[in-house]
């Protein structure tokens, strides 16, 4: 049985989101359980998700999976933006949500981009984190 589509393709929030991750190296985007994914041999990145105990789509429906630094997760999760997701949080994963009362302008995307750019280099292969590092910039969260 396949999973419902659970976004919107045109979500503005998903909308930078992906011009975040697709600017990465060998970066790509898949849809699994019903979501955006973002990949390159392993996913890095992960659009919308759950908390443990509540399948309701919509809480989280414009937030942002992400495999933060080990050290800076205690720091993160002090943060009420940041919630341990279901399924992937037992592994280190926080889900920081999106939405905002200023609507799209008001998330730091440099912010979300310094997110991605770190859960990229824990799961991605590490040519890919060299091309990254030789690329004259990095995700800066731009349009």
Request: aromatic share 10%; proline share 10%; net charge negative.
């Amino acid at each position: 049985m396949a999973h419902p589509t659970m976004f919107d393709g045109s979500d503005p929030y998903l909308e930078r989101v992906r011009s975040i991750c697709l600017a990465l190296p060998g970066a790509a985007e898949k849809v699994s359980h019903g979501r955006p994914n973002f990949f390159t041999r392993k996913v890095f990145a992960i659009y919308g998700g759950v908390v443990k105990g509540d399948h309701d789509p919509e809480p989280y429906r414009q937030a942002l999976i992400v495999l933060p630094d080990e050290v800076d997760r205690p720091a993160l999760l002090e943060d009420d933006r940041f919630v341990v997701p279901g399924y992937y949080g037992p592994y280190g994963w926080l889900m920081l949500d999106l939405r905002n009362p200023k609507g799209v302008e008001g998330v730091d995307w440099a912010e979300v981009a310094e997110l991605v750019d770190t859960s990229y280099r824990r799961t991605a292969p590490a040519r890919l984190v060299a091309a990254l590092d030789d690329s004259p910039g990095t995700a800066t969260g731009a349009p």
